[in-house]
């Protein structure tokens, strides 16, 4: 794919499957970027199906970080939200029966040097050698915490407002606790 003549959004690497150590604005440039990518690349009725999911996905975002919100916003975010929550089951649903999918080669390697040390050479498993089969889990806190971003926002402001960072060494849990009741 050609690169955009924007300089907002930095060139990604040849398989962006395999980019590491991710910051939040590779997340946002590969899911701004993501929908011409797709388009095409899937037969019917995925392809829609994924389309669908990448705009709403990309919409959900940018309402979520919108720095002035106000009832309107608050109230499409939280129907966003609703909307891409059965868009993700849906699409679970429909494609795991349809394609098979497993770890990435980079996965598969961790994997190895992980077990590399509860096994002996001469009890060598063939099995953990092959790729591993993965499903899509939505049972996660990432997607389980996406129902409370409108209340948060309510509570807090916009996300750009506030930071869940850790303070330095200096501050321990008390002192940060006064800093944000105060």
């Not at 440039?29 to 929908?35: F, V």
């Not at 996905?57 to 109230?75: I, V």
């Not at 999918?101 to 002996?120: H, I, V, Y």
Request: hydrophobic content about 35%; proline content about 4%.
């Amino acid at each position: 794919m050609p690169t955009f003549g924007s300089s907002t959004i930095r060139r990604f690497a040849s398989n962006a499957s395999e980019m590491k150590k991710l910051a939040a604005r590779d997340f946002e440039d590969l899911l701004q970027c993501s929908i011409p990518a797709f388009e095409g690349l899937l037969p019917e009725p995925h392809n829609t199906l994924v389309r669908t999911l990448l705009y709403c996905t990309a919409e959900w975002h940018a309402f979520a970080k919108l720095q002035l919100h106000t009832e309107s916003t608050l109230n499409h975010l939280e129907e966003l939200t609703t909307r891409l929550g059965r868009l993700m089951r849906k699409f679970r649903d429909v494609t795991k029966s349809e394609f098979a999918t497993f770890e990435l080669p980079r996965e598969t390697q961790a994997r190895k040097r992980r077990s590399k040390p509860k096994e002996t050479q001469a009890t060598s498993n063939p099995a953990s050698t092959s790729r591993k089969t993965k499903t899509l889990n939505l049972f996660t806190y990432k997607w389980h915490a996406l129902a409370d971003y409108v209340r948060s926002i309510r509570l807090f402001g916009g996300t750009d407002g506030f930071s869940t960072q850790l303070v330095g060494d200096s501050y321990d849990l008390v002192t940060c606790l006064l800093m944000i009741s105060s």
